[in-house]
């Protein structure tokens, strides 16, 4: 799987989009961004994924460039609940049982404050 | 969306005793059911790869004898940490994978079990 490079920590306003951006240089053509968010003590929940549209759900946006080497993870009205650790994952989105086998780098730490 | 339920949240166990960890699928079947470690201020790291009616398989430096993995339905995996020692004490998360044909895109985690050795 593609390495991921993000940065260690972001602050944010209440109220504010947070934006969030993730380096993926090497993604190959079959590579998945992922998108997952971990609160502190809890088990990771997903956010979004995406391979090369825009993408958005009722939690975020996904923001790939057209080369796909990076990318941004759009939080559009960031609450206090929002802060925790958010990790950006690259794989195949094969199936077999090496599917979920989810490499988490060290994700970037969002705090949002009011 | 799908549930993935863990429990204990957290036990607390003597150094030398086992410990068992279960992680069910609530609204799905899954074939495939992953267990990671996470130390304090540290990442997720996957240690085993559960499936369904077959043995596990370990992650390089995991070993299978200490972390007992058992997957024996659709909608359950254990995890059994053998013999606890102080230095086995961490966060364990389970994840689960939908059986393929019913939107496999994504893992569904558990709340995690925070175990303290003493």
């Known amino acids: 799987d593609a390495k991921t490079t993000q940065p260690t920590s972001m602050d944010c306003a209440e109220g504010r989009a947070a934006n969030l951006p993730c380096n993926h240089s090497?993604?190959?053509?079959?590579?998945?961004v992922y998108w997952y968010r971990q609160i502190h003590s809890q088990g990771p929940q997903y956010i979004i994924h995406g391979l090369k549209n825009n993408e958005t759900n009722e939690m975020a946006s996904l923001i790939i460039t057209e080369d796909r080497k990076s990318s941004t993870l759009i939080l559009p009205h960031a609450t206090l609940r929002d802060t925790a650790v958010y990790y950006c994952i690259v794989r195949v989105n094969a199936g077999g049982t090496s599917y979920g086998k989810l490499t988490f780098g060290q994700g970037t730490i969002l705090t949002v404050h009011p | 969306g799908a549930v993935v339920s863990q429990h204990p949240s957290w036990v607390i166990c003597k150094s030398g005793t086992s410990v068992k960890i279960e992680c069910r699928s609530l609204?799905?079947?899954?074939?495939?059911m992953f267990w990671y470690r996470q130390f304090p201020k540290q990442s997720l790291m996957l240690m085993a790869t559960s499936n369904e009616g077959s043995k596990a398989t370990y992650e390089q430096g995991v070993e299978k004898d200490k972390f007992l993995i058992n997957h024996a339905s659709l909608t359950l995996s254990t995890l059994t940490v053998t013999s606890a020692h102080p230095e086995d004490s961490s966060f364990y998360i389970c994840?689960?994978?939908?059986?393929?044909?019913?939107?496999?895109?994504?893992?569904?985690f558990g709340s995690g079990t925070q175990l303290s050795v003493l």
């Open positions: 609204d799905f079947q899954a074939t495939t």
């Open positions: 994840s689960a994978r939908r059986t393929p044909g019913q939107g496999a895109e994504k893992l569904f």
């Open positions: 090497t993604i190959s053509g079959n590579e998945y």
